[in-house]
């Protein structure tokens, strides 16, 4: 799950929506400082997530980095996940640093992401 959420964040990196939709599962969850948005389908999902990337974009965004990252099995098909990133501008400054957590669920086609909650990095959940 750790190469998933990496792999994740890469494509996250590219700022195109459609990059990012097959990790996440149908449906799914966003919580941000914004608000909750239900997404019951991908299509749902490039709506909610296309203001996060253009105002990355305007900022000047080109990547995203886990620093630390906890994973933690609850059952055979559920997940957790808590970790902070640095985001980065194209020349290599630092943007900002951010905590996300997210529920994982297994699937026919793999681990997708069902939840994804935004928060404070001083607020990563530390998984024993």
């Given at each position: 799950m750790t190469s998933l959420l990496n792999d994740y964040a890469r494509a996250y990196g590219k700022l195109d929506v459609q990059a990012i939709l097959p990790y996440y599962h149908e449906p799914s969850v966003l919580i941000t400082t914004r608000g909750v948005a239900t997404m019951p389908t991908h299509a749902a999902m490039a709506v909610a997530f296309k203001p996060l990337m253009d105002g990355l974009r305007a900022r000047g965004y080109a990547r995203s980095?886990?620093?630390?990252?906890?994973?933690?099995?609850?059952?055979?098909?559920?997940?957790?996940?808590?970790?902070?990133?640095?985001?980065?501008?194209?020349?290599?400054?630092?943007?900002?640093?951010?905590?996300?957590?997210?529920?994982?669920?297994?699937?026919?086609?793999?681990?997708?992401?069902?939840v994804t909650v935004g928060h404070d990095v001083e607020n990563v959940i530390r998984l024993e």
């Open positions: 980095e886990f620093t630390t990252l906890n994973v933690k099995r609850l059952s055979a098909t559920t997940a957790l996940a808590s970790g902070a990133a640095v985001r980065y501008k194209a020349d290599g400054q630092e943007l900002e640093r951010i905590g996300a957590t997210y529920v994982l669920h297994e699937t026919e086609n793999g681990w997708k992401i069902a």
